[in-house]
């Protein structure tokens, strides 16, 4: 067996707090103590929120923390053409289309649908798409493309569902219901989720997915707010012919309220607790590691 490889994936947007530090000592941590490799990984496609002094911060931190990592760091802005190549894949086997509505209209036709009965929302609490762009005639969608306008590439998950079947993936931890071992994937929770827009070429899904492949990553430990979005992950893995990582998904560290950790939180930012004085060790009791 190969050793196992395990990540960090922040984006840079703003600085770590006390559940960055929480993910990236436990990736850390297990790396070692297997014998494996940790990687980092700058998620930086929101070229809009994410900036050069995020990132050197993020180096910063992690340093301070003791976590070491293999060389060369994985910037996503810098592969989008793999990013491509799995967009042009998908769209070989008929499974994505392009949308054109804005989300203020989007928002307008989750409104008017409410008004009849509850509109079903993805466990993020996003209203599915309601639109009706995958109705469209190539010829149509040709044309607004050719147009200029803005949009946004979209999975037909009913048809991408029908090409790959039940789906599953291993899971180490218990996850937030309880569960433990093999976890039934339920990517139609989602609907037509967003693959890529005209200006990215990509998301997180889509992106997350390609990178993890690409880098060798054989378990993927996060936190559990993404623990649904394994699903979308393992359908997307199933329809580009990428092997499936195992699962983890830990606990997330939260607020007195508990709320999970904005990057807006000062009482929580590694910087301003190593600015107070705060020594790494520390860090470690806070989020409760050894």
């Not at 995020?54 to 060389?71: F, K, M, N, S, V």
Request: aromatic share 8%; net charge negative; hydrophobic share 40%.
């Amino acid at each position: 067996m190969p050793p196992p490889v395990f990540r960090f994936a922040p984006s840079p947007n703003g600085h770590l707090h006390l559940g960055h530090a929480y993910s990236a000592l436990l990736n850390f941590d297990s790396a070692r103590q297997r014998g494996g490799a940790f990687l980092l990984r700058i998620e930086d496609i929101d070229a809009t929120r994410c900036r050069p002094e995020y990132e050197a911060a993020i180096y910063e931190d992690l340093r301070w923390l003791g976590i070491t990592w293999e060389e060369p760091v994985r910037r996503q802005s810098e592969h989008f053409g793999a990013y491509r190549d799995a967009i042009d894949k998908l769209a070989a086997q008929g499974l994505i289309y392009p949308s054109f509505e804005s989300r203020a209209e989007i928002a307008r036709l989750v409104e008017a649908r409410e008004k009849v009965a509850p509109w079903p929302r993805d466990p993020d609490g996003a209203p599915l798409y309601p639109g009706t762009a995958k109705t469209l005639s190539p010829t149509e969608r040709e044309r607004l493309m050719a147009a200029g306008a803005p949009f946004a590439f979209r999975l037909d998950m009913e048809a991408a569902i029908a090409r790959a079947g039940s789906l599953a993936w291993i899971e180490q931890g218990a996850g937030p219901d309880g569960e433990a071992g093999e976890v039934a994937a339920r990517p139609e929770a989602w609907g037509d989720v967003i693959l890529a827009r005209k200006e990215t070429p990509t998301s997180y899904h889509l992106s997350v997915v390609i990178d993890d492949a690409l880098q060798g990553v054989s378990e993927v430990v996060r936190g559990e707010d993404l623990f649904w979005s394994t699903s979308v992950h393992r359908l997307l893995q199933q329809l580009l012919g990428i092997a499936q990582p195992i699962y983890r998904h830990h606990p997330l560290i939260r607020d007195e309220a508990g709320q999970k950790l904005s990057k807006s939180t000062q009482a929580t930012g590694l910087r301003e607790l190593r600015a107070a004085g705060v020594p790494p060790t520390k860090i470690r009791q806070l989020v409760g590691l050894p």
